[in-house]
């Protein structure tokens, strides 16, 4: 009977860790241009060129680093969940 190898632990913990990795640019990213483009698109539509963009922009941009932080925070195996929240 041929002997079998005991599985890998790291690996799984390795995979999620760099699929985050390569995930959370892109959400930081993502909602700057998703602000951006419809402030853009207001700003077109009253004529109140750039302050929408740039206004929509910023919120995107502090929105996708919230759900960035809650995404990293609910990864950390360390750190206890709070269920109060």
């Known amino acids: ?4 190898l ?3 632990k790291g690996t799984a913990g390795f995979a999620r860790q760099f699929a985050l990795a390569m995930e959370l640019p892109f959400l930081l990213v993502g909602g700057v241009v998703a602000g ?3 402030g853009y698109l207001l700003d ?3 004529h109140t060129k ?3 963009m740039l206004l929509l922009g910023a919120v995107g941009f502090f929105a996708s680093l919230r759900d960035m ?3 990293l925070q609910k990864d950390d ?5 709070n269920p109060g929240r």
């Open 36 to 38: 951006g483009l419809l």
């Open 77 to 81: 195996p360390d750190k206890p969940s």
């Open 1 to 4: 009977m041929p002997q079998q």
């Open 50 to 52: 750039p302050y929408l």
């Open 69 to 71: 932080l809650r995404r």
């Open 44 to 46: 077109r539509w009253w």
């Open 6 to 8: 005991p599985p890998r």
